[in-house]
């Protein structure tokens, strides 16, 4: 049965097979396309699962054919998207030596142009248990255009901006889907919304569309939405229709959806930005010197050890949520001093014996978007940090 199971707006989910449902798609209607399709893997092999040794078997859709069959199928699918796209219009397919090959074989021989092929190292890899192979800990992510000649879209500065000011590069190391983003339930090959984060800014921009035709619980819908894109989804198994439906509904509840975005974002490459509440009278002398410290307590204070710490490239000082400034940390690190030496600089540090200082260049102010919510606070040394993205405005 072909139906469309969704009540919101901005999220189509067609429940069927791909092969038949891409047709009913207007040509030239969607932005990019994201496509998670049967890697053709569950044959038996082992793997490992929360420390235990499992069988191989995401499912039927997931068994292997014969290699024509593999081909055929990758062959149709590939085919039938093309032609949804625009003309600057990307697809992104992720797989492993499975079916990747074969995807670009198909990808080559329909006209697509192939603009990079992303390597997705997975930070925590489960460990192979065999021991006859190195660990398997990465995905591969073709990403291609329409045409070999009409120019597609990508969003060059954002990934530069995501990437500390560098020019992103073709390895990205993102962690795999996390228990975070299961609590409506699960799919054997969820991918993390982290992923489709970078695909979906890289590609498309606000109000865009974005199709999946192998949706599974719609990981890319979900990220698409919180992103303020829209999705069309297909999928075939009732079972993934109705927990994408329960990924949707709960990202209607602001908080949730504030949640989820504040976690999709969070990102091992992405460099930080460490907030500190100054106080006014202090305020002239930290511009001036290009020191910002916060109390430490002693030298493994729990400031020192919070999570994102150790990419912190930025500094923003501000008084009470005013008067807002951010600059470039100036060495990586930060240095442990003491109270006197502080107070020999001519600040009142008189809270700790102990500060970690952090230093910059103060004539080099850097330009921000966005100012995030700032901790209002009586008291110097009110640090906290978040992720770049958060400052640049990402849209
Ligand atoms: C690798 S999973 C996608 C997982 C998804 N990226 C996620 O994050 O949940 C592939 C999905 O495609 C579905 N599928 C396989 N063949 C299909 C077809 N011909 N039409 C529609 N869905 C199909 C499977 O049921 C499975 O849920």
Not at 39 to 65: A, E, R, T
Not at 242 to 252: F, G, K, T, Y
Not at 309 to 328: C, Q, S, Y
């Amino acid at each position: 049965m072909i139906t469309s199971q969704s009540s919101f707006p901005d999220f189509t989910l067609y429940h069927g097979d791909c092969m038949e449902l891409l047709k009913t798609i207007p040509d030239n209607s969607v932005n990019a396309i994201f496509a998670d399709p049967p890697y053709f893997l569950s044959n038996g092999g082992i793997s490992c699962q929360s420390g235990k040794q499992v069988c191989v078997d995401k499912g039927d859709w997931d068994k292997g054919g014969t290699p024509e069959h593999i081909y055929n199928f990758n062959k149709q699918w590939l085919s039938l998207c093309r032609s949804k796209l625009t003309d600057d219009g990307t697809i992104w397919i992720s797989g492993t030596h499975h079916n990747i090959h074969v995807v670009m074989r198909c990808l080559q021989e329909l006209g697509y142009k192939i603009l990079n092929t992303i390597t997705w190292q997975k930070t925590d890899p489960p460990p192979n248990l065999s021991c006859r192979y190195f660990n398997f800990s990465t995905e591969l992510i073709i990403w291609a255009r329409k045409s070999e000649k009409r120019p597609h879209k990508f969003n060059y500065e954002v990934m530069k901006q995501l990437n500390g000011d560098k020019q992103m590069t073709d390895v990205w190391r993102i962690p795999a889907v996390g228990r975070w983003e299961k609590n409506c339930g699960k799919h054997p090959t969820q991918k993390t919304l982290r992923l489709l984060y970078r695909i979906i800014l890289a590609s498309t921009d606000k109000g865009d569309t974005i199709l999946d035709p192998f949706a599974g619980s719609s990981t890319t819908g979900i990220a698409a939405n919180l992103l303020g894109r829209k999705f069309i989804g297909i999928e075939q198994d009732a079972q993934f229709v109705a927990l994408s439906q329960r990924r949707r509904e709960e990202i209607d509840d602001p908080e949730t959806a504030a949640r989820l975005l504040k976690k999709m974002r969070e990102n091992s490459q992405e460099q930080t930005v460490l907030i500190n509440h100054a106080r006014t009278s202090d305020v002239q002398l930290v511009l001036r010197t290009g020191i910002c410290y916060m109390r430490a307590g002693d030298s493994k204070g729990s400031l020192l050890v919070k999570q994102g710490f150790e990419n912190m490239a930025f500094v923003l000082i501000h008084t009470n949520g005013d008067n807002a400034h951010l600059f470039k940390v100036a060495k990586k690190g930060f240095q442990i001093w003491t109270a006197e030496q502080l107070q020999q600089m001519g600040f009142s540090a008189e809270h700790a014996p102990y500060y970690a200082v952090v230093r910059f260049d103060p004539n080099k102010e850097v330009p921000f978007d966005k100012l995030p919510k700032l901790k209002k606070g009586r008291q110097t040394n009110v640090a906290d940090i978040q992720p770049i993205s958060e400052f640049i405005g990402i849209k």
